[in-house]
DNA sequence: CATAGATCCTGTATGC
DNA sequence: TGCATACAGGATCTAT
């Protein structure tokens, strides 16, 4: 499950694969992983040099060197971005292959559900004198860009009318954090995800979006969270912040800071996981 | 407009 | 053993 740690581990790695070189071929080799792609993919992308890696929240794109077009991607749950060897055998769910005028490595897409997706965007102005995908320029920016806004997003989500777990999973108030880093930035912070938001202080709501930052950060030392073979890098390895979660996935087990043992609730159609000592509801 | 819920997908785990 | 069901969940779309 790629949240913001996982994405930018994917976009380190790629960065260094992907800048400076020119977009050969792009086979699409299943139709629902560009299903949000409008035009001809390979018009858009065929013959342009890819600039570098860029990432807002969980999105990457690929902006063009010499036009104002970038490739977006979005891994959604199960999606890979690999670098591959000319000839390496075809992967299980290979869904898309970039290949360049190199003859380098190609990069691709492996996505065994299909919950992620490929497309070509224009650029525009993202408001602070940079450019960001037309496609996502509602995607907020997110805890590890040094343009977050924090006092904003504090008092955006404390006028909110809904409770505080799905603001931080809302990705145009705040981006990059999905379900594992809302319920360990939760346990952190000692906050039940179904507090209301407007019932929460400013201080408080600055103290979730810290550990929230917090957290992230630690994972992203770490290589990010994976608990399977889903979520690998560009290499096909995978983190082991997994090691680290507090309360996430620890449903029966003894809570690290009081012993009471995690519970595991239903939310938004999935899984919370809290300790019912540290954060009552 | 703001918010809530349904929906897409496939491999793995679990229950009977 | 085999079949059915639950589950994982990000972001978009639809409904209220």
């Not at 009318?161 to 799905?166: A, C, N, V």
């Not at 202080?201 to 992203?220: K, Q």
Request: aromatic share 6%.
């Amino acid at each position: 499950m790629p949240e913001l740690p996982e994405v930018e581990v994917v976009r380190l790695g790629l960065d260094p694969w992907v800048a400076g070189r020119v977009i050969a071929a792009v086979d699409v080799l299943h139709p629902r992983s560009v299903r949000r792609q409008v035009g001809d993919i390979q018009v858009e992308l065929v013959g342009t040099a890819i600039r570098c890696a860029s990432r807002r929240g969980k999105y990457l794109w690929f902006p063009n060197a010499d036009n104002d077009q970038a490739l977006i991607a979005h891994l959604g749950m199960s999606g890979q971005l690999l670098v591959s060897p000319v000839g390496t055998p075809d992967q299980k769910h290979l869904r898309l292959r970039l290949k360049f005028a190199d003859d380098g490595p190609e990069i691709r897409f492996v996505d065994q559900r299909t919950f992620g997706h490929l497309l070509g965007s224009t650029l525009v102005d993202d408001g602070s004198g940079g450019r960001v995908p037309e496609i996502i320029a509602h995607i907020a920016r997110d805890p590890l860009d040094p343009l977050f806004d924090e006092k904003a997003v504090v008092a955006r989500i404390r006028s909110r009318g809904s409770e505080i777990k799905r603001a931080l999973l809302d990705q145009s108030l705040v981006s990059g954090i999905g379900n594992i880093y809302a319920d360990e930035a939760l346990w952190r912070s000692g906050l039940h995800g179904g507090a209301r938001c407007e019932e929460l202080s400013l201080a408080g709501i600055s103290d979730v979006l810290h550990y929230a930052r917090e957290v992230m950060t630690a994972a992203l030392a770490k290589g990010g969270t994976s608990f399977d073979s889903l979520y690998v890098n560009v290499n096909g390895q995978s983190g082991y912040f997994d090691r680290s979660l507090e309360a996430y996935g620890r449903a029966g087990q003894p809570c690290a800071r009081c012993g009471a043992l995690i519970r595991r609730e239903r939310f938004m159609n999935r899984s919370s996981f809290s300790c019912p000592q540290c954060q009552p509801r």
